[in-house]
T-cell receptor
Framework: GDSVTQMEGPVTLSEEAFLTINCTYTATGYPSLFWYVQYPGEGLQLLLK?????DKGSNKGFEATYRKETTSFHLEKGSVQVSDSAVYFC????????????FGKGTRLSVIA | GAVVSQHPSRVICKSGTSVKIECRSLDFQATTMFWYRQFPKQSLMLMAT?????????EQGVEKDKFLINHASLTLSTLTVTSAHPEDSSFYIC?????????FGAGTRLSVL
């Protein structure tokens, strides 16, 4: 079945450091890919998405490019802030049917001043 | 947008009582709603999928008689944890989806004493 693998955390960075959180997927067909963020004690918020190969999703300084050839959707940010501390989930959904999102295990990011 | 309201955000109850959690899509009609459970520092575990007007489809290992799901309208789904026990304590999250958008509730933290 479809699956998402993302790098295990926790990741601890200093403020203004460069962030990469790796995400690879296994899926039949052409899924849509997502990054969700969960701040402490809260639900999930959609951070960005891409629906087809070579699409780049971006939001709040975060970016991720849908790479079909490497089945990857790595999350990047050039300069992280303390407020970016959260858990980040990579997810996919097939583009057909009403199937639920498939989530990675999440990566906890802590940014220190 | 895809605004989803989940209520209550936090509930503490005695063992043996039942707790109802509501999930509402505020600015769209959700043909499908998903219920997830999240254990500390872990990813989301899909519990069930509900489509408006039909019975929910439960994932393997999830007791349908314990976790009652009702999706009576296109904007409301409820999850009732019946005869709650301490092992049911967890963070429950819903999501609502229509054709091309999906939103997540903020989650409900259930603590069973």
């Amino acid at each position: 079945g479809d699956s998402v693998t993302q790098m295990e955390g926790p990741v601890t960075l200093s403020e203004e450091a460069f962030l990469t959180i790796n995400c690879t997927y296994t899926a039949t067909g052409y899924p849509s890919l997502f990054w969700y963020v969960q701040y402490p004690g809260e639900g999930l918020q959609l951070l960005l998405k891409a629906t087809k190969a070579d699409d780049k999703g971006s939001n709040k300084g975060f970016e991720a490019t849908y790479r079909k050839e490497t089945t990857s959707f790595h999350l990047e940010k050039g300069s992280v802030q303390v407020s970016d501390s959260a858990v980040y989930f990579c997810a996919l959904t097939p583009n057909s049917g009403n199937t639920p999102l498939v989530f990675g295990k999440g990566t906890r990011l802590s940014v220190i001043a | 947008g895809a605004v989803v309201s989940q209520h209550p955000s936090r509930v503490i109850c005695k063992s043996g009582t039942s707790v109802k959690i509501e999930c509402r899509s505020l600015d769209f009609q959700a043909t499908t709603m998903f219920w997830y459970r999240q254990f500390p520092k872990q990813s989301l575990m899909l519990m069930a999928t509900s489509n408006e007007g039909s019975k929910a489809t439960y994932e393997q290992g999830v007791e349908k008689d314990k976790f009652l799901i009702n999706h009576a309208s296109l904007t409301l789904s409820t999850l009732t944890v019946t005869s709650a026990h301490p092992e049911d304590s967890s963070f429950y999250i819903c999501s609502a989806r229509d054709m091309d958008r999906e939103g997540f509730g903020a989650g409900t933290r259930l603590s069973v004493l």
